[in-house]
């Protein structure tokens, strides 16, 4: 095997054609790369952690070995394909996500964290030797945190570089990543920042706070909102004569965009929007239109890019400025104000190294306040609660009721009884109020933000069903292998496999025990669960379309897993041996909380238009968009089938009894 050589490495990302130096930090963790060792690169957005990225593939490529390149969104994984086409070949990349496979069979693989865990739970590819996890702080999320932990403790023979610029201190991570592989975990950090920050709040709307920016040569300028809709909506309201580009940067612009076709319905309004040096980005444009906005906005073409939170997952838009449009944001549950991790995320990405002294982060005040407090509102309703509350003291005759609350804080007044209605009226006509699910935040929350560090990556360790079935599938796979499977050997493993992986989390340890109790029972519903499921088949009460996955909590453990798998027919249930149905593709995959669902009406559907190709697969589609956009209206529907079902079961008991 051939180990390629540093000096040429070095030598590479000095050359004249890159105009590179390693900065410290750099050389530090490519050494460590070669060393054989696990490495956790914890430093600032902009200090050149993909280059090390790029150390690590270079080692694969030499070594003709496979390596992954994991990113947490398409967008991201996108971005890295083609970066990385340039830099090592496009027939060395491939690409994989949940919908696009490119050169499935390269020596490095850009995709997203969910393929390689996938991957990860069959344990099955043996030639992976390197894994780079970029956006690593991923690891934390609520609802995708398990595919950053699952690949560390099923690929024993990788070497992971781990990277992110808010990782916060993971020592007992660490530990079970060296327990479990033999190898060190070298942590490399730093703070310094190729280009410093400085930070201002603005009591001013976002279009103000937008042209301010711009007449004080601090453009281009990345506006983050957190929704898609909300990007569109003020990238639209930004063609102004204000920001309106030249005769000569219109030509400039236009001569940049000649090559792409804008032949989709969005496509027209894309054109006149970066035809006026405005961009959008956000994952929901087409990867065309993506890749224009970044390569323009590389090339400092555009003066604003409207966009979400994506700029925080490390998606190349090299910019002067981000300007928060809110401090607050939907967090999967409910709306909240920024963590300290997402705020530095994207904070971060200011300021362009080689361009800029300073990057600049801002954020404004909310846009009701502003509006209230520029035509005087705030005072009025101030002066009219006085008002009420003199009159109040002086004339007990008549009882008027002042508002609990000041307007200033909750904007919403209890009614109050005025002599001058209509001016109240005229005032609160006027007054402006946040919208639904708003949460305040002041230059203070601002202030705090700033000054505040990560927290230490918290463990979100789960398991579905879809795991449950990888990890058997893989274990009887390799059972098969070695012609053992035929007394339950690959049943076995796979148990041990799940307990292995539980016990190498570092989930908390109640949980840790809640898991390992699930994965060890062995008792009662075995052996009968295939009897069981097949008498619900045969009974009116349990028709065969009806999903099985349970809507209570039991459903959170493996064996109801394991039961609604074998119901659902993927696997064999034979006594204490599982079997996954040979007729099973090998990359088969449960992603969503409810994926059963669609397994279990496919056979209905297929009977129910067995004459209409096309209406099945209008049919087929909708459920599956259902599943993946919104699971919840499917799962209430489940669950007042069932309770149908079982108010059913209890009439025809009671009439039997009479």
Request: net charge neutral.
């Amino acid at each position: 095997m051939v180990r390629p050589s540093l000096e040429i490495l070095f030598s590479n990302v000095r050359s004249r054609e890159r105009g590179l130096e390693l900065y410290d930090a750099q050389r530090e963790a490519i050494e460590q790369i070669f060393d054989d060792v696990h490495v956790v690169l914890n430093t600032p957005t902009g200090s050149g952690k993909s280059l090390v990225a790029m150390a690590m593939l270079f080692r694969a490529v030499a070594e003709e070995a496979r390596a992954y390149y994991t990113c947490p969104v398409k967008a991201l994984v996108s971005e890295k394909f083609f970066a990385l086409c340039r830099d090592f070949g496009s027939e060395l990349i491939g690409m994989a996500t949940g919908d696009v496979s490119i050169n499935s069979q390269a020596s490095i693989i850009c995709c997203t964290a969910e393929v390689l865990a996938n991957v990860a739970l069959r344990g099955a590819n043996h030639d992976l030797q390197y894994a780079v996890m970029d956006e690593f702080h991923f690891f934390a999320d609520k609802g995708r945190g398990y595919a950053w932990e699952v690949p560390l403790f099923r690929l024993p023979q990788v070497t992971f570089l781990l990277m992110s610029a808010t990782m916060g201190r993971n020592e007992a991570l660490n530990a079970n990543l060296e327990r479990f592989t033999g190898r060190e975990v070298s942590v490399v950090t730093s703070t310094e920042r190729p280009v410093p920050l400085d930070w201002s709040y603005l009591f001013k709307n976002v279009r103000e706070a937008i042209f301010e920016l711009v007449a004080d040569g601090r453009a281009p300028i990345y506006v983050v909102s957190f929704t898609q809709d909300a990007a569109a909506t003020l990238a639209q309201s930004l063609i102004t004569k204000e920001l309106a580009p030249s005769e000569e940067q219109k030509h400039t612009l236009s001569e940049a965009m000649k090559s792409t076709d804008f032949d989709t319905p969005y496509g027209p309004s894309l054109r006149a929007l970066l035809l006026n040096g405005i961009g959008l980005h956000h994952a929901g444009l087409i990867p065309k239109y993506r890749l224009l906005v970044e390569q323009m906005a590389q090339s400092g073409l555009l003066t604003c890019i409207c966009g979400t939170d994506t700029l925080g997952v490390g998606v190349n838009v090299p910019i002067r400025s981000v300007l928060f449009t809110q401090l607050c944001k939907y967090n999967g549950e409910s709306t909240a104000l920024l963590s300290a991790r997402d705020f530095h995320q994207i904070a971060g990405r200011a300021g362009r190294k080689g361009f800029d002294e300073a990057g600049s982060v801002v954020a404004v005040a909310p846009a009701h306040e502003v509006y209230n407090q520029k035509h005087g509102l705030i005072e009025k309703l101030k002066e009219e609660i006085k008002e009420i509350r003199r009159r109040g003291r002086r004339r007990r005759r008549r009882r008027e009721t002042a508002p609990r609350e000041t307007v200033d804080k909750c904007w919403k007044l209890q009614e109050v009884a005025i002599e001058k209605p209509k001016q109240k009226a005229s005032i609160w006509r006027r007054a402006r109020t946040p919208g639904p699910n708003f949460v305040r935040w002041t230059q203070k929350t601002f202030e705090e933000l700033t000054e505040s560090s990560p927290a230490a990556l918290e463990s979100q360790f789960q398991l579905s069903q879809g795991h449950v079935l990888s990890v058997l599938q893989g274990a009887q796979e390799r059972a098969d292998g070695r012609a053992t499977s035929v007394d339950g050997t690959s049943a076995w493993h796979g148990r041990e496999e799940l307990r292995e992986l539980i016990e190498l989390s570092v989930c908390s340890e109640e949980k840790k025990q809640h898991w390992q109790e699930q994965a060890s029972r062995r008792d009662e519903p075995f052996s009968m669960r295939g009897e069981v499921a097949e008498k619900r088949r045969q009974t009116d009460l349990w028709p065969d379309y009806i999903c099985c996955t349970p809507m209570d909590d039991t459903a959170k453990t493996v064996e109801s897993y394991i039961s609604a798998l074998g119901v659902a027919g993927l696997v064999e249930l034979h006594g204490d041996e599982i079997r996954v149905d040979s007729t099973l593709q090998r990359d088969f995959l449960l992603m969503e909380d409810v994926s059963l669902f669609l397994v279990d009406v496919l056979p209905l559907f297929q009977w129910r238009y067995s004459t209409d190709p096309r209406r099945l697969a209008r049919a087929i589609l909708q459920v599956v968009e259902a599943l993946c956009e919104g699971p919840v209206a499917v799962m209430r529907a489940q669950a007042r089938h069932f309770s149908r079902l079982r108010y059913a079961a209890a009439s025809h008991c009671v009439l039997r009894s009479l």
